[in-house]
């Protein structure tokens, strides 16, 4: 089983829509949790960090399930500029991991006129 | 504030080079992280060092991939002999430790192996 999974997609979707990503991670130890943008042939981009009460950006809300270990994000009325790749990133902590990241392997997003 | 550099932005050579491959962490920074994307294996973790120390170098490929911090500001990943299945994106990422904090990544390197 993967450490972080995600569904790849792709989501195709039309201006103003609401869409929702999920993510689920292996490790219960996990400490901290971020969603990542990544468009086409740039680097990654921190999203937003994702607390355990939830949290919200302006149109995106994450949300976090340490029970059921999942992640989400919503992003209401998406806008073409919404499409790329999301990324769900997990601290695994532990020792010798406190530090490093793991990323899931994206979910694609394209929206549409 | 200027973010992760790297250099060179573009590399093509070929098979059988050695490629040195370079990265600026933000100032403060004191965790450094070097990634390979491909189309096909996504965004793998190479090695990861903190304060200039090697924590994690498990996902280096094979001998032919080495990586140093000579200082606390600035990283080097070199291949050498290059092939062609090296050919990939390289990013680098710096972060300050803690589990609360993300990682910044550079622009990234475009390497071409012919």
């Known amino acids: 089983r993967k450490e972080v999974e995600q569904d790849p997609g792709p989501f195709n979707v039309p201006e103003g829509a609401t869409v929702a990503f999920n993510c689920t991670y292996s490790n219960s130890a996990s400490q901290s949790f971020f969603w990542y943008r990544q468009d086409c042939r740039k680097e990654p981009k921190l999203l937003m960090s994702v607390y355990s009460s939830g949290n919200e950006d302006g149109r995106f809300t994450a949300q976090l399930n340490r029970a059921s270990q999942y992640i989400s994000l919503l992003i209401r009325d998406s806008k073409l500029s919404d499409s790329a790749t999301y990324l769900c990133?997990?601290?695994?902590?532990?020792?010798?991991?406190?530090?490093?990241?793991?990323f899931g392997a994206g979910t694609r997003l394209a929206v549409h006129p | 504030d200027a973010g992760v550099i790297q250099s060179p932005r573009h590399e093509v050579t070929e098979m059988g080079q050695e490629v040195t491959l370079r990265c600026k962490l933000i100032?403060?920074?004191?965790?450094l992280f070097w990634y390979r994307q491909t189309m096909m294996r996504g965004l793998e973790l190479l090695i990861y060092f903190n304060n200039n120390v090697p924590i994690d170098d498990s996902g280096m490929p094979e001998d032919r991939f080495s990586a140093k911090m000579p200082n606390a500001s600035f990283s080097t990943l070199k291949i050498q002999p290059s092939e062609p299945r090296d050919s990939a994106v390289y990013f680098c990422a710096s972060k300050i430790t803690g589990t609360g904090q993300p990682q910044h990544f550079g622009d990234g390197t475009r390497l071409s192996i012919l």
């Open positions: 990133v997990v601290n695994p902590g532990g020792s010798g991991g406190y530090n490093k990241l793991i």
């Open positions: 100032s403060g920074h004191n965790s």
